[in-house]
């Protein structure tokens, strides 16, 4: 059972261009959340999904940046017209059910996006 | 907001010292969550406490979780280099995602 499957895991895009980083969550896991990471930094919070529905994107700027989970397929973050601030790691991390108590985050291997 | 602190941010300490991390908030959480993350990879879970004043133990680590809940700590006991990398702590938030503290960078020197 394959654990959460990111990529690319190295991207490097120059300023204006788009990037976009797929995630493949758990097999059975149907809600995915998107985190960001700058170097010994902690993970900050972007954008939390349940199949087709976003439930909370309170942590996604504004102008630019996107996320869908699609019935079928990976989730996808979107980042257009990337600027060299947005360098940085992202991760993707898969739960089996959401809501509050213990349930348990499974965390991909993260995107590295480098914005030259 | 729901925030959660930690420090110390670094540490450098020589094998065989003990050391304390503390993740401090003033919002309650229904569980405190501590991860361990190498350079390259995805934070991996160690330990959830979900019971104030619970304590667990994995080891040579050793998890709290405060009396009302908004804090917990990890003692990790004759460290060693393997312990080396960055640990954080992680709260449930109202909407179910993960709230992170910004982590501390520990290093064990041989």
């Known amino acids: 059972n394959a654990g959460v499957m990111q990529n690319p895991r190295h991207l490097v895009r120059r300023r204006g261009q788009e990037a976009r980083l797929r995630c493949s969550p758990m097999k059975g896991h149907s809600h995915v959340y998107w985190y960001r990471q700058l170097p010994e930094e902690g993970l900050k919070f972007m954008v939390y999904?349940?199949?087709?529905?976003?439930?909370?994107e309170s942590g996604m700027p504004k102008e630019r940046f996107s996320a869908e989970f699609p019935k079928e397929g990976p989730s996808i973050l979107r980042i257009q017209q990337v600027v060299r601030g947005d360098s940085a790691a992202y991760f993707c991390?898969?739960?089996?059910?959401?809501?509050?108590?213990?349930?348990?985050?499974?965390f991909g291997a993260g995107s590295r996006l480098t914005v030259l | 907001t729901q925030l959660l602190e930690q420090s110390p941010q670094f540490l450098s300490i020589q094998e065989g010292e003990n050391l304390t991390v503390y993740c401090n908030s003033s919002?309650?959480?229904?569980?405190l969550q501590w991860y361990r993350q190498e350079p390259g990879e995805g934070p991996v879970l160690l330990v959830t406490?979900?019971?104030?004043?619970e304590v667990k133990k994995l080891k040579r680590l050793t998890f709290q979780f405060g009396d009302a809940r908004k804090d917990s700590s990890l003692h990790i006991t004759a460290a060693q280099p393997g312990d080396t990398g960055l640990y954080l702590c992680?709260?449930?938030?109202?909407?179910?995602?993960?709230?992170f503290g910004q982590g501390t960078t520990l290093q064990v020197k041989p």
């Open positions: 919002s309650v959480f229904s569980s």
């Open positions: 406490v979900v019971t104030g004043g």
């Open positions: 992680a709260g449930r938030g109202n909407t179910g995602k993960l709230i």
């Open positions: 999904l349940q199949k087709e529905n976003i439930i909370d």
């Open positions: 991390a898969s739960s089996l059910a959401g809501g509050t108590g213990a349930n348990v985050l499974t």
